[in-house]
């Protein structure tokens, strides 16, 4: 089983649109949790953390059941600049060392 | 403007070929890191370094190396042991002891084998 595991997608929307991701996680001493948004080509950048209690940015909703184990983003009236690729990032300790675990990414396509 | 610079954008191997890719950052992080993407996948960590003079070994460290002489630079060389190097390349860096370690990452070289 993976570490980090995202639907790969591809997410086919159109303009308008709410949309949601999903990723799950294995190591239940995971202490941090982050999705970033990636361009073709491009490098990654951070869209948002998540906290335990969920939080907001806009648009734009994270929330991590720690329960469960998964992490959700939700992206509501979407735009056709939110097509991108979304990365769901992990951080755990693995002996002293902070490690940050990524997914394999999860495509969104925004239609006109 | 403070940032991490990657070069080339673009970069060729010939079969046998070390190659090195270049990182530098002005943030003033003590935390550097190489990570490496194929098409459709995630990042993996080659290497990555948290101080001056010091690095540790990723998950897929077999076939490159680094250094680490100075705290702006963390340069990776990928040798000829590397049998299947291409890929996208991306370089970043994190403050040492952040609780959310955010981080910055540079724009990414594309390695191709000739």
């Known amino acids: 089983r993976k570490e980090v595991e995202q639907d790969p997608g591809p997410f086919n929307v159109p303009e308008g649109a709410t949309v949601a991701f999903n990723c799950t996680y294995s190591?239940?001493?995971?202490?941090?949790f982050f999705w970033y948004r990636q361009d073709c080509r491009k490098e990654p950048k951070l869209l948002m953390s998540v906290y335990s209690s969920g939080n907001e940015d806009g648009r734009f909703t994270a929330q991590l059941n720690r329960a469960s184990q998964y992490i959700s983003l939700l992206i509501r009236d979407s735009k056709l600049s939110d097509s991108a690729t979304y990365l769901c990032?992990?951080?755990?300790?693995?002996?002293?060392?902070?490690?940050?675990?990524f997914g394999s990414g999860t495509q969104l396509t925004v239609l006109p | 403007d403070g940032g991490i610079t990657q070069s080339p954008k673009y970069l060729f191997r010939k079969e046998g070929q070390n190659v090195t890719l270049s990182c530098e950052q002005n943030?003033?992080?003590?935390?550097m890191y190489w990570y490496r993407q194929d098409p459709g996948q995630g990042l993996r960590l080659i290497y990555y370094?948290?101080?001056?003079?010091?690095?540790q070994k990723g998950d897929i460290a077999e076939g490159y190396s680094v250094s680490r002489e100075k705290k702006e630079s963390f340069p990776l060389t990928v040798t000829s042991a590397q049998k299947n190097p291409t890929a996208f390349y991306l370089c970043a860096s994190s403050e040492r002891e952040a609780t959310n370690e955010k981080l910055f990452f540079g724009s990414g070289t594309q390695l191709s084998v000739l």
């Open positions: 990032v992990v951080n755990s300790y693995s002996g002293s060392a902070r490690q940050l675990t």
């Open positions: 370094s948290q101080i001056v003079n010091d690095f």
């Open positions: 190591n239940s001493a995971s202490q941090s």
């Open positions: 943030l003033n992080h003590d935390a």
